[in-house]
């Protein structure tokens, strides 16, 4: 890769069928003081170029290690072991040097995740922030970096830019700093945002504005979407598909209408049930599913959601269902829910 390709303008790319992103047989395997822990175990996707995916799971499913990994923040070194493909608009992630990598982040693809704060240097005001991105990767002198931040404070949403700019994190509310970490994410332009619980931390209001906000820079920038979260009422309207993850496998993907009205892993059709109700206080909002994800460490065999499954039978523990199904719409399970949508053989329980 040279330098040239990593710093196109989305708009200027030449117009290919090439997919924005390829995840093929994608491994990531930690190892730990109790052996190797597979985060993540064998996960396909493809993301067209503009196209929003949701990737849901409850905690500990592997979804922020996938997203690290794409982005080639883990990588086959030290304790862990990457096997598999990432490629991001062509490019061979996992085969890139460092410097290149460093190239790539920004310009293709951007991340922004959870929690603002750790993302945000208390010392630093808004402006260094961004500047410091902006000046790294387009080489701009200082009067056009700040132009540029103020045109990205501007951008998402931030009131009052020029005064903003000049303050401290710690003089924004939770909901303007994570406005910051976008408008950081997105300063280069990248043509992929990954957006890993987003909106966690902040309260429903805020959420809700925040996530209303990577919408519309969705749709004004044309870049793709990948949006993690532990809840599917958030990526819901908000995606064009879905990939739901379990202990570090994809369970199931459709389009997103297909899975919200025809779930068929029983572990999709828990989530979709557990999906709090965020206009009720907390102490009202629907349980989470019972029992807990395996120890990663040492999954059961089988499918791994069978020990948690009211539909499990004897095969279910015996043998791993393969992701497959009809029409784009894939599911890893012996024995499907909402199986009458199901061609016959598929549907037999
Ligand atoms: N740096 C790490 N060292 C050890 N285990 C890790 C590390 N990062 C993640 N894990 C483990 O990998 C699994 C997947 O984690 P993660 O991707 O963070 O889940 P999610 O984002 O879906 O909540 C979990 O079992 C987690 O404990
Ligand atoms: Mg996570």
Redesign the pocket.
């Known amino acids: 890769m040279t330098q040239s390709t990593a710093q196109v303008h989305p708009a200027q790319a030449p117009v290919t069928d090439q997919p924005m992103l390829v995840v093929d047989d994608l491994r990531t395997v930690?190892q730990?003081a109790r052996g190797p822990?597979k985060?993540v175990d064998g996960v396909s996707l493809i993301l067209r170029k503009g196209e929003a995916l949701g990737i849901v799971?409850e905690?500990?499913?592997?979804?922020?290690?996938?997203g690290r990994t794409i982005m080639g923040l883990h990588r086959t070194e030290g304790p862990i072991t990457v096997t598999g493909k990432v490629l991001l608009d062509g490019i061979d992630v996992q085969a890139l040097e460092r410097k290149q990598l460093t190239e790539l982040w920004g310009s293709k693809v951007g991340m922004v995740f959870q929690d603002p704060l750790t993302a945000l240097n208390p010392v630093k005001k808004v402006g260094v922030h961004l500047t410091e991105t902006v000046r790294k990767h387009r080489g701009l002198n200082r009067a056009q970096a700040r132009e540029r931040a103020l045109e990205l404070l501007d951008l998402v949403g931030i009131p009052d830019s020029r005064r903003r700019i000049d303050q401290y994190p710690h003089e924004l509310s939770g909901g303007m700093r994570q406005r910051v970490v976008i408008a950081m994410a997105l300063a280069n332009e990248p043509e992929l945002l990954i957006a890993d619980e987003p909106t966690t931390a902040l309260d429903v209001t805020v959420q809700r504005q925040i996530l209303d906000l990577l919408d519309r820079l969705r749709a004004e920038l044309g870049m793709a979407l990948i949006l993690i979260s532990h809840n599917l009422g958030v990526v819901a309207g908000r995606t064009d598909r879905v990939a739901v993850?379990y202990a570090g496998r994809v369970v199931e993907t459709a389009d997103a209408r297909s899975l919200f009205t025809q779930p068929h892993h029983p572990y999709a059709e828990a989530l979709l049930a557990a999906i709090p109700d965020l206009d009720e206080p907390p102490h009202l909002r629907l349980a989470a599913i019972d029992g807990s994800p395996p120890d990663?460490s040492a999954p059961p065999p089988g499918c791994r959601f069978a020990p948690r499954c009211r539909y499990a039978q004897d095969d279910c523990v015996a043998v791993a269902p393969v992701l497959d199904g009809p029409g784009g719409h894939l599911f890893a399970c012996h024995h499907p829910v909402n199986a009458g949508s199901l061609p016959d053989e598929r549907g037999e329980r």
């Open positions: 930690i730990t822990l985060a799971g905690s500990g499913s592997g979804k922020s290690v996938l993850m990663m």
